[in-house]
Nanobody, 124 residues
Framework: VQLQASGGGLVQTGGSLRLSCAASGVTLAYYGIAWFRQAPGKEREGVSCIARSGNSIYYMGSVKGRSTISRDNAKNTLYLQMNSLKPEDTGVYFC??????????????????WGRGTLVTVSS
């Protein structure tokens, strides 16, 4: 199983990025999947997740209203569109998939497969 995150980069405050997570060896359509991030010197935290049905979606408070999680089951890919980026959004963003769960969860313990991460740097 591989989860390949991409789309990170260096942007100015107020800019946008679309992160992608392409999966192989696991069918993302079967599961609830998520984005996490780890800011410099901080613990990894859940940014957003989407349940298998797509009906249950979570955003952490600081990104709510500025980010949109989506999935393309045909491409076996998860996305995170981030707008109005702020310096505090800086960090390594990881996508994650569980072994069985179909639910949306923002807890690391609920996920088994992890991508290597893509670095997002927002300059002030």
């Amino acid at each position: 199983v591989q989860l390949q995150a991409s789309g990170g980069g260096l942007v100015q405050t107020g800019g946008s990025l679309r992160l992608s997570c392409a999966a192989s060896g696991v069918t993302l359509a079967y599961y609830g999947i998520a984005w996490f991030r780890q800011a410099p010197g901080k613990e990894r935290e859940g940014v957003s997740c989407i349940a298998r049905s797509g009906n249950s979606i979570y955003y952490m408070g600081s990104v709510k209203g500025r980010s949109t999680i989506s999935r393309d089951n045909a491409k076996n890919t998860l996305y995170l569109q981030m707008n109005s980026l702020k310096p505090e959004d800086t960090g390594v963003y990881f996508c994650a998939a569980p072994i069985r769960s179909i639910s949306c969860s923002n807890h690391e313990r609920d996920y088994y497969w992890w991508g290597r991460g893509t670095l997002v740097t927002v300059s002030s």
